[in-house]
């Protein structure tokens, strides 16, 4: 890097018959990619499996070699061509803050870093309720509508057959 001299001899057995000398100033840019984490939003509280979208940009006459995804500071994934895109499973990380890291790398070795944080709240919303205790049965919203109506015709159906054996 820096000025460099380039000096070139034509040379035969015994003698120089004619050189040249060339000045250059070799030079590596500096300007990192242009990286951005367009989804999820900093902030945003999410759950199950998720999108990670970038947008990432070379500068001058580089291209992009890799982008790195990172959770945490652990490495989730690189890509080496476009769409970066990610399908994240936010269930592999416990509730609560986390951090997102971008790094982008081009093809002289320039890069940049986006980052944002989101949060994880996989945890159901509805717990299932036994004796006034919360318990974590694994049941979803679903499964408890399912449960709550079985007992409907369930009830139902005692009911009417009281009323049909009295008459």
């Known amino acids: 890097m820096g000025d460099q001299n380039l000096q070139w001899s034509n040379c035969s057995a015994h003698s120089v018959t004619s050189s040249a000398a060339i000045g250059m100033s070799v030079s590596k840019s500096s300007v990192a990619p242009g990286e ?4 999820p939003a ?6 199950g499996v998720i999108d990670v979208i970038a947008t990432v940009s070379a500068q001058g006459s580089a291209t992009i070699r890799s ?17 970066f895109h990610w399908m994240l499973n936010t269930t592999q990380y416990a509730d609560g803050s986390h951090t997102l890291t971008l790094t982008a790398i081009d093809s002289i070795g ?7 944080f989101i949060d994880v709240a996989n945890a159901p919303i509805d717990p299932l309720v036994v004796g006034g205790q919360a318990a974590n049965s694994g049941l979803t919203s679903l499964d408890m ?4 109506i079985l007992l409907v015709i369930t009830l139902t159906g005692t009911l009417l057959h009281g009323r049909i054996r009295r008459k």
Do not use: R
């Open 110 to 116: 320039a890069s940049g870093t986006a980052q944002l």
């Open 36 to 39: 951005q984490i367009t989804a």
């Open 67 to 83: 982008v790195e995804l990172k959770m945490d500071g652990k490495m989730v994934s690189v890509l080496s061509a476009e769409p």
């Open 145 to 148: 509508i399912v449960v709550q």
């Open 42 to 47: 900093n902030g945003q509280t999410v759950k």
